[in-house]
């Protein structure tokens, strides 16, 4: 069940970084609802990976490649016709580099996710809360219960 009032993430200051909506397993039809009241587009960061991998490559290594994951999530941007995206799936580039040697650059990943600027749409981040960042800047977090 989505929250009452519905969020207006249409109107998320600044609109051109990246914001964090918190939220604890959020189902299909909740996450569809969302997107339609925002007019936005629900894009999975794990498929997007996916269809970006070589089928040759044996390692992923992705905490060695930190800026073109970056640049996927610009492109992903770019791509879109909507204001807004809504973010899936992002904890499994969280998750791997939380299991990978010395924390696999987690936090320069998330430093340079918060300096990231520029970009033509809303972009909501959706994440569990234990995953997401305690320096967060406050106004580019929302947490849903």
Not at 87 to 94: G, N, T
Not at 127 to 135: G, N, Q, T, Y
Request: aromatic share 8%; proline share 8%; glycine share 2%.
């Amino acid at each position: 069940m989505l929250p009452t009032p519905l969020p207006e993430l249409h109107r998320a200051e600044p609109a051109n970084q990246i914001h964090l909506l918190l939220w604890d397993a959020p189902r299909d039809l909740e996450l569809n609802k969302l997107a339609s009241y925002v007019n936005g587009d629900r894009l999975s960061y794990r498929d997007d990976l996916l269809q970006r991998l070589d089928s040759g490559s044996k390692f992923l290594n992705l905490d060695a490649y930190l800026d073109r994951e970056l640049a996927a999530l610009k492109a992903m941007c770019d791509r879109t016709t909507r204001p807004l995206i809504l973010l899936e799936d992002f904890d499994w580039l969280l998750t791997y580099l939380r299991v990978r040697p010395s924390g696999g650059n987690l936090k320069l990943l998330w430093s340079n996710l918060q300096q990231t600027r520029k970009l033509p749409c809303r972009l909501w981040i959706v994440l569990p809360p234990a995953l997401a960042p305690k320096d967060w800047p406050a106004q580019r977090r929302l947490a849903f219960a």
